[in-house]
């Protein structure tokens, strides 16, 4: 893979950036240029909204599978993050033990390393989970 | 729009082929369905071919005009044309023959679905079949395709109570099927003490709750329901074919029990075909891990939220119970060569519907239903046949 990949999507991989539908209010991540809910009404007016990276466990799994570009985290865990401004996201959950990850759970994002394209390749970073301090 | 059915249909075993090529899986499925219509490949007027990723799975592209090549067709130069849609791709290709027929367009047709996936190893095969996810979004951060099947299970666990051991008896009647079915990837009964004590993929789900890695291939031929007679004593008539799409990610969805594009190709395939959950006699439900199973069972009206695993507990979903399920097998017995996953199932109904189905016959069968889906439910496909 080229640069270019990864580069592009480095606004909402490192600050959360998503939008927002000024017609219905409805907030999505990662961006969209039309809301599924007010269709035309929304082309051209989409707002850029930055997620607060707060959020609570929805659902997860333990990985146990050999992954290309993952093979030396397992097992880890993934995970379906609420946030409270609505959209859900998907990522691992990190400085935790797996077998304390529970549905409710508050976490926060961190930015982090996600993988790498073998030994030579490009880094790729992003945003993981890790537990609020109880 | 014009009646449309099958007049013929057929399929390679599903297992690990080391010995077949893509090429050599597509074209044995095309003759024996050609076979079974008492047909020439001449009298073929178009191919439809459901594929997920022979690009990458043995980096073939051009995977129509490859089949109709070798089944001998390039002489008569009759189009063929690649359907995708993941998972789906086989039951997406039969919506689109379907309509080919229906239209007025052509009166014969063949379908088809191939898959050559073991060509590469196991860590690459789980990465082609995340391609069905968001690549971006969800498999970027690490979600691999059983991991999304994976959290669907845990938050149904978390609404409805469900445990591994219920969620295992799906796997345990999709196996004892199998093992009466010579075409099965595996022919063999297990318990459920294996399925909850196999190696674990993605918790909850272990090896014994997800589909196998499976090359095949599989083909039906359709024609206009007025000239079927004319080709077969036989033909099964397709009385709904629907497909439904919903967000890609799973991460979008509301909720991650149940699928809004599966309720919504079911109650349209039961409105086009004027029935009701009740008159199916046998389904063949996608599951590629048990819990998309349960989901399909309960979205497609069969049961209750929360309830489907039920009919598995009190037996219904044996080949001589209420609901005969997954018959073949299913995916997880039978197999799933991905891009042939749907048109397979509809292979098996044909047979079951025509009373060919040997020793796992479902008694006085005459309306069958095919659920196909691609990705993590986003889309949905639904096929009921029955007899003419």
């Known amino acids: 893979m080229v640069v270019p990949r990864f580069w592009r999507e480095r606004r909402s991989r490192y600050s959360l950036i998503g939008t927002k539908c000024p017609v219905c209010g409805t907030v999505y991540f990662p961006p969209r240029s039309v809301c599924p809910k007010c269709g035309r009404k929304s082309v051209g007016k989409m707002e850029e909204v930055q997620l ?8 997860y799994t333990i990985v146990h599978q050999n992954v290309i570009g993952y093979k030396y985290q397992k097992p880890y865990v993934m995970a379906i993050i609420e946030t409270p401004e609505g959209p859900k996201l998907t990522g691992q959950i990190v400085d935790v033990e797996p077998e304390k990850v529970h549905i409710g759970m508050p976490v926060h994002a961190v930015f982090r390393r996600i993988a790498e394209d073998g030994k030579a390749g490009i880094i790729q970073y992003g945003y993981k989970f890790v537990p609020d301090e109880e | 729009m014009r009646d449309v059915a099958i007049i013929g249909a057929g399929e390679t075993k599903y297992g690990e082929h080391w010995e077949k090529s893509l090429r050599d899986l597509a074209v044995e499925a095309g003759l024996k369905a050609l076979e079974d219509a008492g047909i020439g490949a001449q009298d073929i007027q178009a191919i439809f071919g459901g594929n997920m990723s022979a690009g990458s799975f043995v980096g073939q592209d051009h995977v ?34 379907y309509m080919a027929v229906a239209s007025g367009l052509y009166d014969i047709v063949l379908v088809g679905g191939v898959e050559k996936m073991t060509d590469l190893q196991g860590d690459m095969v789980t990465d082609i079949l995340a391609g069905a996810a968001d690549r971006e979004w969800e498999v970027f951060f690490g979600a691999t395709f059983p991991a999304l099947g994976a959290m669907m299970a845990r938050r149904y666990m978390y609404e409805y109570g469900l445990t591994k051991e219920q969620m295992a008896l799906l796997p345990v009647i999709a196996h004892k099927h199998g093992a009466m079915n010579p075409d099965a990837h595996f022919q063999r009964e297990v318990t459920v003490d294996q399925v909850i004590n196999a190696p674990m993929v993605a918790d909850p789900l272990t090896i014994m709750n997800c589909s196998p890695v499976s090359d095949g291939g599989a083909a039906v031929v359709l024609a206009s329901a007025d000239i079927a007679r004319k080709y077969t004593d036989s033909p099964i008539k ?19 029990t149940r699928s809004p594009s599966t309720i919504e190709a079911g109650k349209k395939a039961y409105k086009m075909a004027k029935k009701e959950p009740k008159d199916i006699d046998l389904v063949e439900i996608h599951d590629a891990f048990s819990i998309i199973a349960l989901l399909g069972i309960e979205d497609l009206g069969f049961a209750k939220k929360g309830e489907g695993i039920k009919l598995a507990e009190e037996g219904q979903l044996y080949y001589d119970g209420d609901l ?28 079951q519907l025509r009373n060919e189905a040997g020793k796992r016959q479902v008694p006085n ?22 007899v003419m």
């Open chain 1, 52 to 59: 607060s990276g707060k959020g609570k466990v929805y659902s």
């Open chain 2, 64 to 97: 129509g005009a490859l089949i109709a090549d070798f089944a001998g067709l390039a002489e008569h130069k009759v189009p063929a044309i690649r359907v995708e849609s993941a998972c789906a791709s086989g039951a997406a290709a039969l919506h689109s023959g």
């Open chain 2, 365 to 386: 069968a005459r309306v069958g239903l095919a659920h196909n889906v691609g990705g993590t439910m986003t889309s949905s496909i639904v096929h009921i046949l029955e």
């Open chain 2, 238 to 256: 397709i009385s709904a074919s629907v497909a439904a799409n919903d967000y890609l990610s799973l991460h979008e969805r509301e909720s991650l």
């Open chain 2, 324 to 351: 005969p399920y997954n018959v073949s097998g299913g995916l997880k017995a039978k197999g799933h060569p991905v891009g042939a996953t749907g048109v397979g199932q509809v292979v098996e109904i044909v047979k």
